[in-house]
C-alpha cells in the first residue's frame, strides 16, 4: 500500500500563487507515476500534471500548461504543484494520486490521497 498526504492548499487571491505537496509513504517502490488531480463542487475530477516517479518525466493538461509547474524530491518521497497566476477557476479541491503501471497519463491511478482544498478570490 502507497499513502498520500496533500498539503499547501488554502485561500489566495486571484494572480497569487501556492504550493502544494503531496508526500508519500509506504511501498514508494511501487510507484511509477505521480499525478495531481483537482475537483470543483458540482464538476467532474480533471487531470491537471503527472511525473513519472523515478525520471522526472512529465506530462500537463493543457489547461495549466505554463501556470503550474510539478516537481519532485525523492529524497523526501514528495511530489510538489507550484501553481502561478490563479484564477477563480482553479478553486476546487486538489488531489494528488499514485499509479504502479507504467505511463504518464491521466488514467488508473490506483492510490488516492484525502485532498485539499484551494480557494481564489477575485
Known amino acids: 500500500q502507497v499513502q498520500l498526504v496533500e498539503s499547501g492548499g488554502g485561500l489566495v487571491q486571484a494572480g497569487g500563487s501556492l504550493r502544494l505537496s503531496c508526500a508519500a509513504s509506504?511501498?514508494?517502490?511501487?510507484?511509477?507515476?505521480v499525478g495531481w488531480f483537482r475537483q470543483a463542487p458540482g464538476k467532474e475530477r480533471d487531470f491537471l500534471a503527472a511525473?513519472?516517479?523515478?525520471?522526472?518525466?512529465?506530462l500537463y493538461a493543457d489547461s495549466v500548461k505554463g501556470r503550474f509547474t510539478i516537481s519532485r524530491d525523492n529524497a523526501k518521497n514528495t511530489v510538489y504543484l507550484q501553481m502561478n497566476s490563479l484564477k477563480p477557476e482553479d478553486t476546487a479541491v486538489y488531489y494528488c494520486?499514485?499509479?504502479?503501471?507504467?505511463?504518464?497519463?491521466?488514467?488508473?491511478?490506483?492510490?488516492w490521497g484525502q485532498g485539499t482544498q484551494v480557494t481564489v478570490s477575485s
Open positions: 511525473i513519472s516517479w523515478s525520471f522526472g518525466s512529465t
Open positions: 509506504g511501498r514508494t517502490f511501487s510507484i511509477y507515476t
Open positions: 494520486a499514485a499509479r504502479r503501471a507504467r505511463g504518464i497519463t491521466g488514467e488508473l491511478y490506483d492510490y
